[in-house]
Each structure stands twice: as structure tokens, then as C-alpha cells.
């Protein structure tokens, strides 16, 4: 069977194409997704009364910093970098009505809460209610984020359907978020809290390796840290496979052959199985051996597999959804 080539070359254009995105999402989704496993190997460090699991979390917690960092360059970089593409965008990063007010808000709620979070660790040492409460608060943040960044989405390609350069609408910011979400709203946020677990834990995997001179706690620490991030990586990006099955599945039903006869769309969600395939490969690995450091490079290089991976499933996506729209 001949297969052409154009469709496969433009499967890899369109995740070359949505790399950029793909890396903000990664960036983004594991800057939320890391408050969540501080706070969960912090109390779990407490209930089984394991030191290890406590110095983890306050690595985690070290590394959902830095990536809130970058998460705001990236919406001031994304903010310069449209603004001067399409001059009429500005407003909506600028305009008290606009509702990435909530965004920003959202994410004032989650730094406000990591940054004690991270930096009274020894602090609250033997109290750790108080401690744990600043993470669900920065947690929190986060996850509302999420949420938010689902509602203005909508909001914003609604409006762009009718107008090519929509205007902010002259409301009080707030007002979009209180209506109950929809049911394609909260499937949506929950596939990007699976993605921000997914992340989270890829990123953790990655720092943890490049920490290693650095956060010397020994060769026992490793042993049993590398193996905890393995499974918090592997589980939710199971989880999430099952997700992107199901929207496939919705977006193609019952057009079925469209698996078939799109092969530039195959190809870029065969691109993304493969690419998660061998991520999963390398934590399962990490997870059952008795060395696991000696798996780092295959954990170093695991974000960058997923960042691919991920611009793949979207390039892909695009494309079944602009053979659908024809």
C-alpha cells in the first residue's frame, strides 16, 4: 500500500506549527498541576509518618514556583506578542472589564498562597495544618484557573464568530463566571486538570534529576522519589489517554472511517501515541527498578517528548476538526 507522503508532512507541520502552544500549555498546566502533588506527598509524608515523602513535596513545592514564573511571562509575553500581531487584542489584557481580570486574579490567589507555601517549610515543620493550608489555597488558585481559562476561551471564540476583532464587552469582569458550567465546560476543565497532573509530575521528574548535586538527600531518597514522581506521571497520563480516546471518539462519531481515510490526522495521533507510549515506557521502568537514577536521562528528556507529544494531539485535532467542518 503506497502511502503519500503530503498528508504525513503536513502532520509534521501542524506539530511543529502548535509547538509553541504546546509548550505554554505544558508550562502552564504543570505549574497548576504541582501545588496539587506537594500538598498530597505533604500530608501523605504526615499520615504514614515517612520523612521522604516530605522532602519531596518540598521539592515539588520549590519547582510549582518557578513554573508559576514562567506561566506569567508567559501571558505578558503572549500579551506583547498578540497585542502588536492584532493591535485590537490589547484591550482584553488591559481593560479592568475584561474577564482575564479573573485570570489574573486566579493567579494573584495561587502565588499569594505558594510563596509562604515554599518559603515556611521549616516554620511550620511540626504544624503542619497551617502549612498545608497555605498549599490548598495556592492549589486552589490553580485549579480555579482552570476553570476561568475554559469560560474566557468560550467566550472569546463566541464573540470572534461574530466579529472578527470582538470587543470587550462594557460588563463588570465577574459576570461570566456565574452561571453553572455546561457539561462540555466540565469535561473540559477536567481534561486539563488530568493534563495538569500529567505535567506536573513530567516537570517534577526533570527538576528532580537537575537537582540531584544540588538537593543532595542521598542515594535512599532517590531510590524511593524517582519511583513516587514515576507513578504520579504514569497514572493521569493514562487517565488522560482514555480522555483524548473519548473526544475522538464524540468528535468522529459515527464517521468512524475518518480514522482511516484522514491520514494526515492519524498520523499526528499516532505521532502523539507513540511519543506518550515511550514516556510511559521510561516511568514504568523508573518506577520497578532498583536503580532508578540510573533511568535520568530517559526522565530528562520526558517533558520534551510530552511537549511534542502534546503539539501532535493538537495539530491533530485541528485537522479532524477542519475535515468535519467541510
Not at 108 to 120: E, F, S
Not at 152 to 164: D, E, G, N, V
Not at 186 to 194: A, H, N, R, S
Not at 256 to 282: H, K, P, Q
Request: hydrophobic share 55%.
Amino acid at each position: 500500500m503506497n502511502i503519500p507522503m503530503d498528508p504525513i508532512r503536513l502532520a509534521g507541520l501542524l506539530t511543529v506549527q502548535m509547538l509553541p502552544k504546546s509548550a505554554v500549555d505544558f508550562t502552564t498546566l504543570a505549574a497548576i498541576g504541582a501545588p496539587v502533588i506537594a500538598v498530597i506527598l505533604e500530608i501523605t509524608a504526615k499520615a504514614r509518618k515517612k520523612i521522604f515523602y516530605d522532602k519531596l513535596a518540598q521539592q515539588v513545592a520549590a519547582l510549582s514556583l518557578i513554573l508559576y514564573f514562567l506561566f506569567i511571562l508567559c501571558i505578558g509575553g503572549s500579551a506583547v506578542y498578540f497585542s502588536q500581531k492584532l493591535p485590537w487584542i490589547k484591550d482584553w489584557f488591559i481593560n479592568p472589564a475584561s474577564p482575564l481580570m479573573m485570570l489574573y486574579l486566579t493567579l494573584a490567589i495561587a502565588v499569594i498562597g505558594l510563596l509562604p507555601y515554599k518559603y515556611t517549610w521549616k516554620k511550620f515543620k511540626k504544624n503542619k495544618i497551617p502549612h498545608v493550608l497555605m498549599g490548598i489555597i495556592g492549589l486552589l488558585g490553580g485549579a480555579a484557573s482552570v476553570h476561568v481559562a475554559t469560560v474566557i476561551m468560550k467566550l472569546f471564540f463566541t464573540l470572534q464568530a461574530q466579529s472578527a476583532a470582538p470587543a470587550v464587552q462594557d460588563v463588570p469582569f465577574y459576570s461570566h463566571f456565574t452561571a453553572l458550567p455546561g457539561n462540555a465546560e466540565l469535561c473540559l476543565t477536567g481534561i486539563y486538570l488530568v493534563m495538569a497532573l500529567s505535567f506536573a509530575a513530567t516537570a517534577s521528574g526533570f527538576y528532580l534529576v537537575l537537582r540531584r548535586n544540588k538537593d543532595d538527600f542521598g542515594r535512599d531518597y532517590y531510590k524511593f522519589a524517582l519511583p513516587v514522581i514515576a507513578r504520579w506521571a504514569l497514572f493521569p497520563t493514562l487517565a488522560l489517554l482514555a480522555a483524548v480516546a473519548g473526544v475522538v471518539y464524540y468528535m468522529i462519531n459515527p464517521n468512524f472511517e475518518m480514522i482511516y481515510t484522514d491520514i494526515t490526522a492519524a498520523t499526528a495521533m499516532g505521532s502523539f501515541l507513540f511519543l506518550v507510549a515511550v514516556c510511559c515506557a521510561i516511568w514504568i521502568v523508573t518506577w520497578v527498578s532498583e536503580t532508578p537514577m540510573r533511568h535520568k536521562i530517559g526522565l530528562a528528556f520526558a517533558p520534551f517528548l510530552m511537549i511534542i507529544a502534546h503539539g501532535a494531539l493538537l495539530g491533530g485535532a485541528m485537522k479532524l476538526y477542519l475535515t468535519l467542518a467541510q
